[in-house]
């Protein structure tokens, strides 16, 4: 409850659909809300991509940008974003390392070690695979255990701070997460 000027409000967690027709309208708190929400996961799949931190927080970013731009005119297809954030941040990735290539061809720069020079087409394909295989198998999920999986996986929540967001137990959250974390690990070695 959030208590302002002697007013009490009960603050409910707001679908995607709801947070995305807000920010489409121009909210930026539900915008946050949502970035919040998926940042952690878009981030590791640029990183996934890209392969280093640097762009892919770039490539993090300038998903979100696209997103902003492009919520007024978007239907969310299912019940989460993050399909639809998935695949901008695919796009901007593939932009990315187009834009390093041309500029080292045009620059006769010799290609850095460190850096990787080209996606490989058949590890873009896996990855984005597997990406949507484990979306699937979070979406499966029971309510709970979504909630579960987003608050502690994506947005980094403690087992306690997420048993309190909840109205659970500890424990519950202990356990339902280590079921979902053994769940996704199945689905990650099926897929290699």
């Known amino acids: 409850m959030v208590h302002?000027?002697?007013?009490?409000?009960?603050?409910?967690?707001?679908s995607d659909a709801e947070l995305v027709a807000m920010a489409a309208s121009g909210s930026e708190h539900a915008f946050r809300a949502?970035?919040?929400?998926y940042v952690r996961p878009v981030y590791w799949m640029a990183h996934g991509l890209v392969g280093n931190p640097a762009d892919a927080e770039d490539v993090a970013q300038e998903t979100f940008l696209v997103?902003?731009?492009?919520?007024?005119?978007?239907?969310?297809?299912?019940?989460?974003l993050l399909p639809w954030l998935a695949t901008i941040c695919r796009f901007q990735a593939a932009n990315r390392i187009r834009r390093q290539k041309r500029d080292r061809e045009h620059t006769g720069a010799h290609i850095d070690e460190a850096m990787a020079s080209t996606v490989d087409v058949e590890q873009q394909v896996l990855g984005a695979d597997l990406a949507e295989r484990i979306l699937r198998e979070?979406?499966?999920l029971t309510p709970l255990d979504q909630d579960i999986f987003r608050l502690c996986a994506a947005e980094g929540y403690a087992y306690q701070a997420a048993a309190e967001e909840l109205g659970v137990a500890h424990g519950v959250v202990r356990n339902r997460l280590s079921r979902i974390r053994t769940r996704l690990r199945t689905v990650v070695k099926e897929s290699t």
């Open 4 to 14: 302002t000027d002697g007013e009490v409000r009960v603050e409910t967690t707001r």
């Open 34 to 37: 949502l970035y919040r929400a």
């Open 67 to 80: 997103a902003w731009r492009k919520l007024p005119g978007m239907e969310l297809a299912g019940e989460s």
């Open 138 to 140: 979070v979406e499966g």
